[in-house]
Every structure is written in structure tokens, then in C-alpha cells.
């Protein structure tokens, strides 16, 4: 009953999440840049009078224009330009690839899985390389001939050299554009928190820190000295996380007066306006985080003085620099063993996508209602509905084919009437192009409204007959997205069954960063940097996929299988949270003299890496250590390696304050550790009615207790 009920609520939440439109929409200077794009292959076509040229020139400029609205990392003309590469190029590949025929599945099955793959990199990248592969399908399905699929080739690349060459029109705004958006994107994180730290259940995400790093990761070497400022204010937003963080009481801060500072800097980075980053420090902030937002402030002038690395020694050399194609290959090897998370769905979108390539072939006229021997739009369908979840691939699956049937049935509707030309029909496309462009991050269903409503309007422009596309496209909509919703059931992620394996993946970083920032105790100096800060990035990265999968679980069918509850999960999410405060704690006070060092921190250090070793043990097995473990392993290693003694004859008070320091911040450390250590076992069965006795089987029962 409990798996029928599971189902039913999953399905219908994800049936609502089809339906709602969110008012999130794109840069409108890049969206200005796009459409230029597509208006410029209109205008072309209609000047050439050759719909095949104004049809294919469409296509590579409003494909390729969408790959720059996605989050881009890199410069945009960067990102334009590689995009449009790949998509021509594929495209090319796809006219090669035709004769083949049905043995067309086997490398659309490759190409597909290196496509699902690729979002090892980031959403962004997933879905731009889901392009490149539609572009494989457009040839290999539509070129005739392999001189005409050259023909739509060279016509593609051309829409293609538009969206690139429109990416140089001005407005130009400040270098690194990319990065000062996630710089920005993290300072408005900090300021929510200093907003709304003082209620306990406001944590502060992780996820703003890990796109930040990213971003300046991704920065060639010439370009690191002009963003060293960007660098130094990452490095602030660490020390103003830490700052809150160590607030003894809600009331320590002066939340809204900081959350204005640490406002002010992120307006500034987006504007590029000095005015912007005006506010005044308060005076109630403590003496670390009031120095801390002032050089934030400071940073932030040097950076609108664009005065680079002046006067900012050290702050490159606390962030190494990465190979970005290096780094790259790694996340993608590190996705090709069958245990990896992104495996399955590597796998769901090469099996998918051949079904749906198959299906649409087998049935693509759909009983001479549709154009007959073309299955890409079933495939790209399936291929942009499966995601690595379960909640997001239903709600695409939902709201794609609804969507779709209706911009095909207002399209069919619209080209009823016998007046339209072919110059209404180009002008008509393009506004439709504006409004895919403008509602590219409202929701599935609208963007499919206006996406098919262009599709039938460009292809009756080339001469086929509209009802034939206003029925086909919907149709193979609807069976590409029932085909890739069929795949996930078969192959699925579900994240009840992988909760506890991530906990562990996070215990296990944890581990390794905490006996790290403890050992660094022992000495000044004696914790290298470049460790914490790779650790430090391992361990956020570990927790955005727990609450991921936490945020994810309550909208599976099987949420009830989960290994916590609902209030067991939340508690295990607060713990984490509170484990992190002590990580941060442990690393701001680290001894800074060799008179603070504590020689007995090595002791503790081990202490650590062993409990947190068993923990994720016990974890991994869906279990728990027994209550009180860890800290009797605390209280046991305090005591015998004299942490606990805090008698320093050499001390003007007789006490060692760098002792009584590290001994109040491991206990601290080993009570939060216990606490998630309780939190961790799993939730009791509930309580069962005991079984009912005919009453006839009473007295022998009653026989058998005496």
C-alpha cells in the first residue's frame, strides 16, 4: 500500500511541477545578442530567396543561440564560438552517418552516452553538449542526399558564425563577466545568512562557495593577475563565513547593517559602479568580522580601479592555478565506473535516445498524420527530459509533451487562414525565436508551446504541409518523453538507497579534514594550506550532493524506503551543518606563535581520523556507532595525553591558555560528532498492531503461558 500511495504522490507532484511557470528569465543583453543572430539568418535567407538556406541558417543561429543563454562560465564569445564548432561539425558528421540507416543507432548510442557524460561539468555543459548531439540527428535524419546534407551543413555553420559574431556587439561591461556574477551570486548568499542567521534552521549553502571556485578555476593564467581582487574576495567571503559562524549568540551580530555591506559589494561587482558599494560597516560587528567586510570593501575598490595585482601579494599564490582541460578529464574519468552517480545516467540517455531514434523511425508518420522515416525530435526529446533525477526527469516529462501539443494545435490553428506569405511566415519565426529565448528558464511547458509552434512555422515555410508538423512534432513529443520517463523507471536513481553511501563519502572527507586542521595544532606553520583548501573543496562538494539527494528523496515514489525520516533526515542535515561551524572554528584559531602550539594536538588528530574512520564504516553498513563512543574516545585520549591538564608552571597564571583552547574546541568537535553520531542510526520500525487470535485459540494459549 505504501509503494502504491508513494507512487501516486510522487507522480502527482511532479505532474504540478509540470504546470508552474517560474519568473526566471535570461541576461537580456545576451538574449539581444541571440535574437541579432537570428534576425541577421532571416534577413538572409530572405534576401537569397531560398527557404532551404533562411530554414538551416535558423536553425545553427537559434540553437547556437541558446547554448550562450545558459550559465555561461567562460566569455561568452568562447562559449559561442566552441558551441558553434561542435554543432556544425556534428551536423557534417550526421551527413556522413546517413547512408547508414538503422545501423545509425549504434554511434547515436555513443555520441549520446559521452553527451550524458559531459554533465560531469556542470548543468550548463550537459545540456550544450545534448545540443551538439541534436545536431548529429537534424542530418543524419533530414539530408536527402549527402550534397544536400552538405548543403544544410554550410547553411547551419553560417547561423552558426552569426550567434559567435554577435557576441562581440556592444554592451561590452567589465572583464571576467562570469565570475563576477558567481562572485556576486556568493555574496548575496552571505548576506541572506547574515539576515536570517539567528533562527537555527537557516544554514548556509554551500553551493555559492563551489560555483565561485569554479568560476575562477576556469580563468586562463594571463587572465589571474587582472582577477587577483576576485581572488582576494573569494578569500574574504571565507573569513566573513567563518566570522558568522563563530557569533557565540544571534544577537552578536548586527545582521541587517552586515548583510547591507556584504549586499553592497555584490551590487557593485554586477554594476561595475563604485556608488553601488557604499555602506557603512557597523560598529556592533566584532573586531574580525568588522575587518573582514572592510577589506571585502576594499577589494572591491581595487577592483572597479582595475589596479590588479598591486598591492595584493599572496593572494594568487593561496589559489593555485588549475588546468581547466586537466581537471576536466578527471571529473569525466571519475564518471566512467558503473558506481559513479552519473553513471546510470550516461546509460539512461544512450538507451533512451536509440529507443526513441527507433520509435520515431518505426512510427514517425504516425498513420500518414506526420512526415514518415524521421525520428530526431522523439529523440532529442528524450535525450533533454532524462536528468540525473528522479523528480526533474518527470517534470520535464510532463510538461515537454503538454506544452508541445499545445503550441502544435495554436500553430495548426493560426496557419489555418490562406494569407500568409512567405515574409509573414520569416517574421512570424522570428518573433517565436524572441519568445523561446525569453522563456528559456520559465518551465518546460511554455518554452515547448513556442518551440513547436517555430518548428511548424519553419518547416511550412519550406514547403510541407503545416498539419502534417502541427500533429507529428506533438506526437513525437509525447512518445519521446513517455520513452524517456520508461527508461528512468527501468534504470533508475533513486536516492533512498544512496542517502546513507553519500553521508558516508562525506564522513569519510570529513575525516581527513578535520584530523588535518587538529594535527595543525602542534606547531605555527604546521598546517599547509593548499591541503585545507583542496579538502575544504572535496567536503562542500560531498555535502551539496547529500542535500541534493535529501532535497530530491521527498519527492521520489519511494521516500518511505528511505534509511531516515522526514525529522531523522532534517536532524542528520543539522548536524552537518554544525560540524562544519566546528571545522571553521577549528581552522580560524589556529596557533599563530609557536607559544600556542599544543604538542598533544597529535594524539587528537589520530583520535579523530579513527572515530570519523568507524563512523563512515558504520554508516556505509546502515548502521551507527554505539552512544557515547566517540566521546569516550575524546575524554580517553585527553586524558592520557595530558590535553586535559592544563597546569603550566612557565604561564603567568599557572594555566595553558593554548591547551585550554584546543581541549574546549575538540570537546566542542567530539559533542557535535556524537550528536550526529545519535542522529545517524536509523529510524525504528513503527509500531505494529499486534496480530489478532481467534478467540476460540484463547484458552489454549492461556494453557501454553502457565
Same mark, same amino acid.
Given at each position: 500500500?505504501?509503494?502504491?500511495?508513494?507512487?501516486?504522490?510522487?507522480?502527482?507532484?511532479?505532474?504540478?511541477?509540470?504546470?508552474?511557470?517560474?519568473?526566471?528569465?535570461?541576461? $537580456?543583453?545576451?538574449?539581444?545578442?541571440?535574437?541579432?543572430?537570428?534576425?541577421?539568418?532571416?534577413?538572409?535567407?530572405?534576401?537569397?530567396?531560398? $527557404?532551404?538556406?533562411?530554414?538551416?541558417?535558423?536553425?545553427?543561429?537559434?540553437?547556437?543561440?541558446?547554448?550562450?543563454?545558459?550559465?555561461?562560465?567562460?566569455?561568452?564569445?568562447?562559449?559561442?564560438?566552441?558551441?558553434?564548432?561542435?554543432?556544425?561539425?556534428?551536423?557534417?558528421?550526421?551527413?556522413?552517418?546517413? $547512408?547508414?540507416?538503422?545501423?545509425?543507432?549504434?554511434?547515436?548510442?555513443?555520441?549520446?552516452?559521452?553527451?550524458?557524460?559531459?554533465?560531469?561539468?556542470?548543468?550548463?555543459?550537459?545540456?550544450?553538449?545534448?545540443?551538439?548531439?541534436?545536431?548529429?540527428?537534424?542530418?543524419?535524419?533530414?539530408?536527402?542526399?549527402?550534397?544536400?546534407?552538405?548543403?544544410?551543413?554550410?547553411?547551419?555553420?553560417?547561423?552558426?558564425?552569426?550567434?559567435?559574431?554577435?557576441?562581440?556587439?556592444?554592451?561590452?561591461?567589465?572583464?571576467?563577466?562570469?565570475?563576477?556574477?558567481?562572485?556576486?551570486?556568493?555574496?548575496?548568499?552571505?548576506?541572506?545568512?547574515?539576515?536570517?542567521?539567528?533562527?537555527?534552521?537557516?544554514?548556509?549553502?554551500?553551493?555559492?562557495?563551489?560555483?565561485?571556485?569554479?568560476?575562477?578555476?576556469?580563468?586562463?593564467?594571463?587572465?589571474?593577475?587582472?582577477?587577483?581582487?576576485?581572488?582576494?574576495?573569494?578569500?574574504?567571503?571565507?573569513?566573513?563565513?567563518?566570522?558568522?559562524?563563530?557569533?557565540?549568540?544571534?544577537?552578536?551580530?548586527?545582521?541587517?547593517?552586515?548583510?547591507?555591506?556584504?549586499?553592497?559589494?555584490?551590487?557593485?561587482?554586477?554594476?561595475?559602479?563604485?556608488?553601488?558599494? =557604499?555602506?557603512?560597516?557597523?560598529?556592533?560587528?566584532?573586531?574580525?568580522?568588522?575587518?573582514?567586510?572592510?577589506?571585502?570593501?576594499?577589494?572591491?575598490?581595487?577592483?572597479?580601479?582595475?589596479?590588479?595585482?598591486?598591492?595584493?601579494?599572496?593572494?594568487?599564490?593561496? #589559489?593555485?592555478?588549475?588546468?581547466?582541460?586537466?581537471?576536466?578529464?578527471?571529473?569525466?574519468?571519475?564518471?566512467?565506473?558503473?558506481?559513479?552517480?552519473?553513471?546510470?545516467?550516461?546509460?539512461?540517455?544512450?538507451?533512451?535516445?536509440?529507443?526513441?531514434?527507433?520509435?520515431?523511425?518505426?512510427?514517425?508518420?504516425?498513420?500518414?498524420?506526420?512526415?514518415?522515416?524521421?525520428?530526431?525530435?522523439?529523440?532529442?526529446?528524450?535525450?533533454?527530459?532524462? #536528468?540525473?533525477?528522479?523528480?526533474?526527469?518527470?517534470?520535464?516529462?510532463?510538461?515537454?509533451?503538454?506544452?508541445?501539443?499545445?503550441?502544435?494545435?495554436?500553430?495548426?490553428?493560426?496557419?489555418?487562414?490562406?494569407?500568409?506569405?512567405?515574409?509573414?511566415?520569416?517574421?512570424?519565426?522570428?518573433?517565436?525565436?524572441?519568445?523561446?529565448?525569453?522563456?528559456?528558464?520559465?518551465?518546460?511547458?511554455?518554452?515547448? #508551446?513556442?518551440?513547436?509552434?517555430?518548428?511548424?512555422?519553419?518547416?511550412?515555410?519550406?514547403?510541407?504541409?503545416?498539419?502534417?508538423?502541427?500533429?507529428?512534432?506533438?506526437?513525437?513529443?509525447?512518445?519521446?518523453?513517455?520513452?524517456?520517463?520508461?527508461? #528512468?523507471?527501468?534504470?533508475?536513481?533513486?536516492?533512498?538507497?544512496?542517502?546513507?553511501?553519500?553521508?558516508?563519502?562525506?564522513?569519510?572527507?570529513?575525516?581527513?579534514?578535520?584530523?588535518?586542521?587538529?594535527?595543525?595544532?602542534?606547531?605555527?606553520?604546521?598546517?599547509?594550506?593548499?591541503?585545507?583548501?583542496?579538502?575544504?573543496?572535496?567536503?562542500?562538494?560531498?555535502?551539496?550532493?547529500?542535500?541534493?539527494?535529501?532535497?530530491?528523496?521527498?519527492?521520489?515514489?519511494?521516500?518511505?524506503?528511505?534509511?531516515?525520516?522526514?525529522?531523522?533526515?532534517?536532524?542528520?542535515?543539522?548536524?552537518?551543518?554544525?560540524?562544519?561551524?566546528?571545522?571553521?572554528?577549528?581552522?580560524?584559531?589556529?596557533?599563530?606563535?609557536?607559544?600556542?602550539?599544543?604538542?598533544?594536538?597529535?594524539?587528537?588528530?589520530?583520535?579523530?581520523?579513527?572515530?570519523?574512520?568507524?563512523?563512515?564504516?558504520?554508516?556505509?553498513?546502515?548502521?551507527?556507532?554505539?552512544?557515547?563512543?566517540?566521546?569516550?574516545?575524546?575524554?580517553?585520549?585527553?586524558?592520557?595525553?595530558?590535553?586535559?591538564?592544563?597546569?603550566?608552571?612557565?604561564? $603567568?597564571?599557572?594555566?595553558?591558555?593554548?591547551?585550554?583552547?584546543?581541549?574546549?574546541?575538540?570537546?566542542?568537535?567530539?559533542?557535535?560528532?556524537?550528536?550526529?553520531?545519535?542522529?545517524?542510526?536509523?529510524?525504528?520500525?513503527?509500531?505494529? =498492531?499486534?496480530?489478532?487470535?481467534?478467540?476460540?485459540?484463547?484458552?489454549?494459549?492461556?494453557?501454553?503461558?502457565?
Amino acid at each position: 500500500m505504501d509503494e502504491v500511495q508513494g507512487w501516486w504522490r510522487s507522480i502527482r507532484h511532479s505532474f504540478t511541477a509540470a504546470l508552474r511557470i517560474e519568473r526566471v528569465f535570461p541576461d $537580456p543583453e545576451a538574449i539581444a545578442r541571440a535574437l541579432a543572430a537570428a534576425v541577421g539568418a532571416a534577413v538572409l535567407g530572405a534576401l537569397l530567396g531560398d $527557404p532551404l538556406a533562411w530554414a538551416m541558417a535558423t536553425v545553427g543561429a537559434f540553437i547556437c543561440g541558446i547554448g550562450t543563454l545558459l550559465a555561461p562560465i567562460r566569455h561568452r564569445a568562447v562559449n559561442a564560438t566552441v558551441l558553434g564548432a561542435a554543432f556544425t561539425l556534428a551536423a557534417l558528421a550526421g551527413v556522413f552517418l546517413h $547512408p547508414l540507416g538503422w545501423w545509425f543507432l549504434l554511434p547515436l548510442g555513443a555520441v549520446a552516452y559521452a553527451a550524458g557524460l559531459w554533465r560531469a561539468l556542470g548543468v550548463a555543459p550537459g545540456i550544450r553538449a545534448c545540443l551538439v548531439a541534436i545536431g548529429l540527428m537534424i542530418t543524419a535524419d533530414l539530408a536527402p542526399t549527402t550534397a544536400a546534407g552538405l548543403t544544410m551543413v554550410g547553411w547551419i555553420g553560417v547561423g552558426a558564425a552569426m550567434v559567435a559574431a554577435a557576441q562581440s556587439l556592444p554592451p561590452y561591461g567589465r572583464r571576467l563577466p562570469a565570475q563576477r556574477r558567481a562572485l556576486a551570486a556568493l555574496y548575496q548568499s552571505l548576506a541572506g545568512y547574515a539576515r536570517l542567521g539567528a533562527d537555527p534552521a537557516v544554514r548556509l549553502p554551500s553551493a555559492p562557495f563551489t560555483a565561485a571556485r569554479r568560476a575562477l578555476d576556469l580563468l586562463p593564467r594571463f587572465s589571474r593577475p587582472a582577477a587577483a581582487p576576485l581572488y582576494g574576495l573569494l578569500a574574504e567571503a571565507e573569513a566573513v563565513r567563518r566570522a558568522l559562524h563563530a557569533a557565540r549568540t544571534p544577537d552578536a551580530v548586527p545582521r541587517e547593517a552586515t548583510a547591507a555591506v556584504l549586499d553592497a559589494v555584490a551590487r557593485a561587482l554586477l554594476t561595475g559602479r563604485a556608488r553601488d558599494a =557604499e555602506a557603512d560597516v557597523p560598529e556592533g560587528a566584532g573586531r574580525d568580522l568588522a575587518a573582514r567586510l572592510r577589506e571585502a570593501q576594499r577589494l572591491t575598490g581595487h577592483w572597479l580601479a582595475k589596479r590588479g595585482p598591486e598591492g595584493l601579494d599572496g593572494v594568487l599564490g593561496a #589559489f593555485p592555478a588549475v588546468h581547466p582541460a586537466r581537471t576536466g578529464a578527471q571529473l569525466l574519468r571519475a564518471e566512467l565506473r558503473p558506481g559513479a552517480p552519473l553513471f546510470r545516467h550516461a546509460v539512461r540517455i544512450a538507451l533512451g535516445t536509440v529507443a526513441a531514434e527507433a520509435a520515431g523511425r518505426a512510427l514517425g508518420d504516425f498513420w500518414g498524420n506526420a512526415l514518415p522515416q524521421h525520428g530526431f525530435w522523439a529523440a532529442l526529446t528524450t535525450m533533454l527530459v532524462l #536528468f540525473p533525477d528522479y523528480g526533474h526527469t518527470f517534470a520535464r516529462g510532463w510538461g515537454r509533451p503538454i506544452g508541445s501539443i499545445l503550441g502544435g494545435l495554436a500553430a495548426w490553428a493560426v496557419l489555418l487562414p490562406a494569407w500568409w506569405t512567405p515574409g509573414g511566415l520569416v517574421t512570424a519565426s522570428v518573433v517565436l525565436v524572441a519568445l523561446v529565448y525569453a522563456t528559456l528558464r520559465v518551465g518546460q511547458l511554455v518554452l515547448n #508551446f513556442f518551440i513547436t509552434a517555430w518548428i511548424v512555422l519553419l518547416i511550412t515555410r519550406l514547403g510541407s504541409a503545416p498539419h502534417l508538423i502541427a500533429w507529428g512534432r506533438p506526437a513525437d513529443t509525447l512518445l519521446g518523453a513517455l520513452i524517456g520517463l520508461a527508461v #528512468f523507471v527501468a534504470v533508475p536513481t533513486y536516492h533512498h538507497d544512496r542517502l546513507h553511501t553519500l553521508v558516508a563519502e562525506w564522513l569519510d572527507v570529513q575525516r581527513r579534514l578535520l584530523s588535518a586542521l587538529v594535527a595543525g595544532y602542534t606547531g605555527a606553520g604546521a598546517l599547509d594550506p593548499a591541503t585545507v583548501d583542496v579538502l575544504r573543496g572535496l567536503a562542500r562538494q560531498s555535502r551539496e550532493r547529500v542535500e541534493t539527494a535529501a532535497a530530491g528523496l521527498a519527492h521520489e515514489p519511494r521516500a518511505h524506503r528511505a534509511h531516515w525520516d522526514a525529522a531523522g533526515l532534517a536532524a542528520v542535515q543539522e548536524s552537518l551543518h554544525e560540524v562544519t561551524r566546528c571545522a571553521s572554528l577549528l581552522y580560524d584559531l589556529l596557533p599563530a606563535r609557536d607559544a600556542d602550539a599544543v604538542p598533544e594536538a597529535v594524539g587528537l588528530a589520530a583520535a579523530v581520523e579513527c572515530g570519523l574512520a568507524r563512523l563512515a564504516a558504520a554508516v556505509t553498513a546502515r548502521g551507527a556507532l554505539p552512544a557515547g563512543a566517540l566521546r569516550a574516545d575524546f575524554d580517553d585520549v585527553a586524558a592520557r595525553s595530558g590535553l586535559a591538564d592544563l597546569a603550566d608552571p612557565a604561564a $603567568p597564571d599557572g594555566v595553558s591558555r593554548a591547551r585550554g583552547r584546543l581541549l574546549a574546541l575538540g570537546l566542542r568537535t567530539a559533542t557535535t560528532l556524537e550528536t550526529l553520531n545519535t542522529r545517524l542510526a536509523p529510524a525504528p520500525a513503527p509500531d505494529r =498492531e499486534p496480530p489478532r487470535h481467534h478467540p476460540r485459540h484463547a484458552r489454549g494459549r492461556e494453557r501454553v503461558a502457565r
